[in-house]
């Protein structure tokens, strides 16, 4: 036999609340565990005092993050 509770004028079964508890517990950890949303990393400004020495920087910078991805494989 199952037991009927009364919820909000209905009657309901024992086994649905525990099946709505449970989904409810899992939902709420799946959640919490899945973290926020993932912000790309910001590079700081580049304060060049030439085009030239912008170019530079942002050429070396490709190039330094190039040489990190061919030595991680």
């Not at 509770?5 to 565990?33: D, N, T």
């Not at 580049?46 to 942002?58: G, R």
């Amino acid at each position: 036999m199952v037991a009927y509770y009364s919820v909000f004028g209905r009657q309901v079964g024992s086994h649905y609340l525990s099946m709505g508890v449970l989904a409810g517990l899992f939902s709420i950890g799946y959640l919490g565990m899945s973290g926020g949303s993932k912000k790309p990393a910001q590079t700081p400004p580049i304060n060049a005092s030439s085009p030239d020495e912008a170019d530079f920087i942002q050429n070396f910078l490709k190039q330094a993050d190039e040489d990190e991805k061919k030595s991680k494989h």
